[in-house]
């Protein structure tokens, strides 16, 4: 996207910014090409999605195929998701930052060494349960 393409001034009236702060963004290359890319149609029709593929004795009821659903790769859709636990959530902008990145990078998504990692709960040694979750990236339309 080039810089014509991309309306600065709309950007900037959505970020509440003042013209100091958009010029901040603006004259650091890597901050403005991510913001371009960050706020396009390409990244708006992808899905990060936080998946259970393991559970034992999990005490709040987790199970394989419960789901968190952020639309944009970071927004996440309530009426999409399952209900979740909060200690399971500790990862998961670590991995929306790692999902994030590979996607202005020009990176596949989908194919990250570390796309699976577990609840703070350390399991019945110690705690009472575990899940192992899995993180992975599906256009909006496969979504649901």
């Known amino acids: 996207m080039s810089e014509k393409q991309f309306d600065w001034k709309r950007y900037q009236k959505y970020a509440g910014y ?6 901040m963004v603006r ?9 371009e890319i960050f706020f396009s149609r390409e990244m708006a029709k992808k899905c990060l999605i936080i998946e259970v593929v393991s559970s034992h ?10 789901k968190l659903v952020f639309r944009a790769l970071g927004i996440l859709d309530p009426k999409r998701s399952s209900p979740w636990c909060a200690q ?7 991995v ?3 999902v994030q990145d590979r996607f202005f990078s ?8 570390y796309d699976q990692f577990s609840c703070m709960d ?8 575990q899940i192992t979750m899995k993180a992975y990236v599906v256009d909006e339309d496969e979504s649901n």
């Open 106 to 113: 020009g990176l596949d998504m989908n194919d990250m060494v």
């Open 27 to 35: 004259s650091d290359p890597k901050r403005a090409k991510a913001t």
């Open 96 to 98: 929306a930052n790692m």
């Open 88 to 94: 399971a959530m500790g990862d998961i902008p670590s």
């Open 122 to 129: 350390v399991g019945p040694k110690g705690g009472w349960g």
């Open 18 to 23: 003042t013209d100091e702060e958009l010029e």
């Open 57 to 66: 004795g999990c005490m709040v009821g987790m199970k394989p195929g419960d």
